[in-house]
Nanobody, 124 residues
Framework: QLQLVESGGGLVQPGGSLRLSCAAS????????IGWFRQAPGKEREVVSC????????YYAGSVKGRFTISRDNAKNTVYLQMNSLKPEDTAVYYC?????????????????WGQGTQVTVAS
């Protein structure tokens, strides 16, 4: 069964950057749609960004558009989320998982094979 492992979180100042990684063993991630999700205490889980398994179609939440970039490194079997110009409102636990559906306009919030999450804290 597919197992995903997130890493790269930490404490960063507003305006700073982090790169999150989503890695898997055995299974080849380029055959899967991969999504990044986040959840802050007391708030609903939200879709941040997703990348398709084939043509590279990507989705970004409006709140991160222009600041975050999702990408794949097939040689490392890893999906990345480059996060720039971070804001305190980006503070959350970030998860990667396999969404049920992706289009240009939406990425499904229903997903499978959740990782353990990595904490991102943006504060001075």
């Amino acid at each position: 069964q597919l197992q995903l492992v997130e890493s790269g979180g930490g404490l960063v100042q507003p305006g700073g950057s982090l790169r999150l990684s989503c890695a898997a063993s055995r299974f080849t991630l380029n055959y899967y749609v991969i999504g990044w999700f986040r959840q802050a205490p007391g708030k609903e889980r939200e879709v941040v960004s997703c990348i398709d398994s084939g043509d590279g179609l990507t989705y970004y939440a409006g709140s991160v558009k222009g600041r975050f970039t999702i990408s794949r490194d097939n040689a490392k079997n890893t999906v990345y989320l480059q996060m720039n110009s971070l804001k305190p409102e980006d503070t959350a636990v970030y998860y990667c998982a396999v969404p049920r559906f992706i289009s240009r306009y939406v990425c499904s919030g229903s997903a499978d094979y959740w990782g353990q999450g990595t904490q991102v804290t943006v504060a001075s």
